[in-house]
């Protein structure tokens, strides 16, 4: 008689590790607080954002910085205003030289800042009825600065990502840009995702310049080359002039395909923002 063979008794070792990594995953997960929409405002003035955009948004009201002489330079010239601030911004270029804020200034009020200089008020009159031809036409390229107020003393060296925003009772153009006073990479502390808006009956004037990351920009303006492209230690001719335009052109591209949340922050976000701004004056 054969002896009784004892059954072979099955482990359950290998499948009960993975069974324990997906409860702890499944258990972070369900830990983790879920992105919500969050709303901010102040002074008659609001907007929801993201909770993934950033930590919270600071609402208050900004002094004024009126120009104080016809003769002094006007680029950082603003009236008493309603002022976003983003805190906390996730994915974004930490050494940015691009503070989040999202700005809602009376334009009256704005003109009156400028009032000891009879000149600027015209060119701040000018500047803010181009801006709204520019939006009222909605043109795929711009071309030249995008007309804003305090005035630049910077040229954007490019536009990309051009879209065009309704939000409550106004709208305003968005688009991706690097203001500059001389040739510089096209970088991560310099890149910027703009908007430039008003509201329909003309009351009030919306800006924002908020940082903005991609995987195809330098990570800085010293990084040295970039693109197969090197600055040259001092300025060039027309040669030079367009091996450099070349090289924006190329940046510029390659930022066109990107999708936006290759971007950081993922720049729909921005967009949810800007768009859900309503302002009750």
Same mark, same amino acid.
């Given at each position: ?19 324990? !990594? ?21 002074? #008659? %003035? ?35 205003? %309603? ?7 996730? #994915? ?17 009020? =704005? ?8 000149? =600027? ?25 995008? &007309? ?12 990309? *990502? ?12 968005? /688009? ?9 990479? @096209?970088?991560? $502390?310099?890149?910027? =995702?703009?908007? $430039? #808006? ?18 195809? @920009?330098? &990570?800085? *303006? ?16 027309? $040669?030079?002039?367009? $091996? =450099?335009?070349?090289? %924006?052109?190329? !940046? ?10 290759? /971007? ?14 309503? @302002?009750?004056?």
């Amino acid at each position: 008689m054969k002896p009784r063979t004892q059954p072979t008794r099955r482990t359950h070792a290998t499948t009960a590790v993975p069974l324990l !990594v997906i409860f702890a995953l499944a258990c972070a997960a369900l830990a983790a607080p879920a992105p919500e929409k969050r709303r901010a405002a102040h002074n #008659g %003035v609001s907007l929801t954002y993201d909770s993934s955009l950033a930590r919270e948004v600071r609402a208050e009201t900004a002094p004024a910085a009126p120009l104080e002489n016809a003769d002094e330079k006007p680029d950082g010239v603003y009236p008493e205003h %309603v002022a976003f601030t983003l805190v906390g911004l996730s #994915g974004a270029p930490a050494d940015s030289y691009h503070e989040p804020v999202v700005r809602v200034s009376p334009v009256a009020d =704005y003109l009156k800042a400028f009032s000891v200089s009879p000149r =600027y008020v015209r060119d701040a009159e000018r500047t803010l009825n181009e801006l709204r031809r520019l939006i009222r036409r909605r043109p795929a390229a711009l071309k030249g600065n995008v &007309p804003m107020l305090p005035f630049p003393d910077a040229t954007e060296v490019f536009h990309a *990502r051009v879209k065009y925003l309704r939000f409550r009772g106004g709208s305003g153009v968005a /688009f991706l840009t690097q203001a500059q006073q001389d040739d510089g990479l @096209i970088n991560a $502390r310099h890149v910027s =995702y703009a908007f $430039r #808006g008003l509201t329909d009956d003309g009351r009030f004037y919306v800006s924002a310049d908020f940082p903005a990351g991609a995987p195809v @920009i330098a &990570p800085n *303006r010293d990084a040295g080359t970039h693109e197969s492209y090197t600055l040259p230690r001092h300025p060039g001719g027309r $040669r030079e002039q367009r $091996r =450099y335009a070349a090289y %924006v052109e190329r !940046v510029r591209g390659k930022l066109e395909r990107l999708s936006p949340e290759q /971007f950081g922050p993922d720049l729909r976000l921005y967009d949810e923002l800007l768009s859900s701004l309503e @302002i009750r004056k």
